[in-house]
């Protein structure tokens, strides 16, 4: 039993120095020239604290198998360990060493780390390595050799001193047991390593810690993101929702979302105003009185609505946070099918409010009083321009916190402070906050509505953002600043309330720099803000290819899309249709127009999913 559990942590050690000592020093060297930044020795160590993460559970993934055996052996004594684990050691060192280096070498042209559809590849080697010279492949083949024959020797040297052999000794009842209890340990631990043990499985993102995506992808173990990418459902975007021919689509397609046109109602006084984007949990008509929801919820939000520009005909896009954050900042469509946050290929090449105005020379923040690594928003925010991020790992350790974070009226408190600060450093500044407190478990410090708590959560946000916009108008950012509020999907606590119900979201945009006191009861989408807002700035918006500028004069055809799982609602002014792709019908609405140019925008989004 001794040499079993000596072998196990050995090869685990082995595995895990194999990526701290050869793999990361390896990719680092060779693609020092992708990183755009002068590497200090923070970022160094940041990079190794970081990429132990996803270099344990890597370790974890490669000791399984010797686990397995070993325990087999401890039953059964005169089974050998020896040749099926030098088998296993060899097969682990060609795959680490051709992974390594195809990694390394690839990094230079792909800027992604190596990941399952590497495979799509090997369906034409030919055509691989048509680009590339005879010399280049050779070097490459006889790295990976090395590389593997590093990696062998280490593994080799616990096989031959420390694998145990056959034995005719009989282990004795109180012999399984003990080996039971000791190798259901090893396989806990191994598990845990593996999956994490917070709420949320890991991923890869949990080596991620830098907006420099380059000190990302050093951290990121490229064995486990390959391993990750075989358990995430890859879609085939290009065969998804392929109805109609290709010219035909995109005729079809073009006026419902014209690019171009100049406003036909000015809301800003200035055209270069400072940004603040309040993206509010969950938020929707049902808790706004002045859109038919429940009274005396949302007071605030009531007051402000007459003090700035108030859209009452706003569509959520989705119907999660991570697909509503996209729809919002990037102007894309919700999708039925998968999530574009969590496609890490993806984010670089898609539009995004935050760098427009990052681009511009504004100073740019993400503010969220929870975990940003919940479903890749850490990424998704430094990807899109957010020059800092502000979460919940940033606020002071006796911050007042709930489930998901720090309290709203907390977090509020200290985004004024920091746009009195960059007001007074007379800087021009674009923000993103998140809101968390109208959540699930639905708990706030706050009891004005306790006959409701969901409604209570939603009125404790209102009243934290009411005080907060107060605050702000007696202050001098108020005169230069516009304010965005809106919610990222709604909220569905009853069966019986309608998904197009439902994704019926207030947007509010007010400040010093709006025009007071307009309704705009123009049918829009939640993904319609983005070009919205740069129109208004007289800035282009071509390529936000799905977002329309609902002020301009080229919005003739007002309509709302929203996605759910495997379905749209397709909303215009002869009425709504919900559609369901797996039925292959309309549930409500049936309606063949609008049935139709619902499926044009599936075709045309999933294409340019693929695309990019």
């Known amino acids: 039993m001794e040499n079993e559990l000596i072998y196990i942590i050995l090869h685990f050690v082995v595995c895990f120095a194999f990526f701290q000592l050869i793999q990361r020093p390896m990719f680092m060297f060779y693609n020092r020239s992708a990183n755009s930044e002068n590497m200090t020795i923070k970022d160094f160590f940041q990079i190794y604290r970081y990429g132990c993460r996803s270099d344990l559970i890597a370790a974890s993934f490669m000791t399984a198998f010797p686990v397995l055996l070993l325990w087999l052996h401890s039953h059964f004594p005169r089974f050998d360990t020896f040749m099926p684990l030098v088998c296993y050691d060899i097969l682990l060192a060609v795959a680490l060493g051709l992974l390594t280096v195809s990694d390394t070498a690839l990094y230079k042209f792909w800027k992604f780390k190596i990941d399952s559809s590497v495979l799509e590849y090997l369906h034409s080697p030919k055509g691989v390595f048509a680009s590339v010279s005879g010399l280049y492949v050779f070097i490459a083949f006889s790295s990976a050799g090395l590389v593997s024959a590093l990696f062998f020797c280490g593994v080799m040297w616990c096989a031959r001193i420390f694998s145990p052999g056959k034995s005719d000794l009989v282990p004795g009842i109180m012999d399984h047991v003990i080996v039971f209890v000791c190798f259901l340990l090893i396989a806990g631990l191994l598990f845990a390593a593996i999956r994490g043990v917070g709420s949320r499985p890991n991923n890869p993102y949990v080596s991620f810690f830098s907006k420099n995506p380059y000190y990302n992808h050093c951290a990121l173990n490229p064995l486990y993101n390959m391993i990750y990418s075989f358990t995430v459902k890859q879609d085939k975007y290009y065969k998804q929702f392929q109805i109609f021919d290709k010219e035909e689509c995109r005729k079809k397609f073009e006026p419902l979302f014209p690019l171009n046109g100049k406003p036909k109602l000015k809301l800003l006084n200035t055209s270069r105003p400072n940004v603040l984007f309040i993206v509010w949990e969950s938020l929707c008509s049902k808790y706004v009185e002045s859109l038919g929801g429940i009274p005396d919820v949302t007071p605030n939000i009531e007051r402000l609505s007459k003090e700035g520009a108030f859209f009452s005909q706003c569509y959520a896009g989705s119907f999660r946070t991570d697909r509503g954050l996209v729809c919002l900042l990037s102007g894309y469509l919700g999708l039925p099918t998968t999530s574009v946050m969590a496609n890490i290929k993806k984010l670089p090449n898609m539009p995004a409010l935050p760098r427009v105005f990052k681009d511009l020379g504004y100073k740019t923040t993400a503010v969220h009083g929870g975990d940003l690594s919940i479903r890749h928003k850490r990424e998704y925010y430094w990807i899109i321009g957010h020059d800092d991020l502000m979460a919940q790992e940033d606020f002071p350790k006796d911050a007042p916190t709930g489930k998901w974070g720090c309290h709203d009226d907390y977090v509020f408190s200290w985004l004024y402070d920091d746009i009195i600060k960059k007001t007074q450093n007379k800087e021009q500044w674009y923000t993103t906050f998140q809101t968390l407190s109208s959540h699930e478990n639905w708990k706030v410090p706050y009891n004005r509505l306790p006959q409701d708590e969901v409604a209570n959560s939603f009125a404790y946000v209102d009243d934290s953002f009411g005080k907060f916009v107060d605050k702000l108008k007696a202050s001098p950012a108020w005169d230069n600043l516009l304010i965005i509020c809106t919610g990222d999907h709604g909220v569905n606590l009853e069966q019986s309330v309608e998904r197009a119900e439902n994704s019926h979201l207030p947007l509010l945009m ?103």
């Open 510 to 612: 007010l400040g010093g720099a709006v025009e007071k006191g307009v309704q705009i009861d123009t049918l829009m989408s939640q993904s319609d803000i983005a070009a919205t807002l740069l129109g208004q700035m007289g800035l282009p918006h071509e390529e936000f290819v799905f977002s329309r500028d609902v002020l301009a004069d080229t919005y003739t055809y007002p309509f709302a899309f929203h996605a759910y799982f495997n379905g749209f609602i397709f909303r215009d002014e002869t009425g709504i249709t919900d559609y369901d792709n797996d039925a292959g019908t309309a549930i409500t609405g049936a309606d063949e127009r609008r049935e139709e140019l619902g499926k044009v925008i599936l075709q045309e989004l999933y294409g340019d999913l693929s695309r990019r």
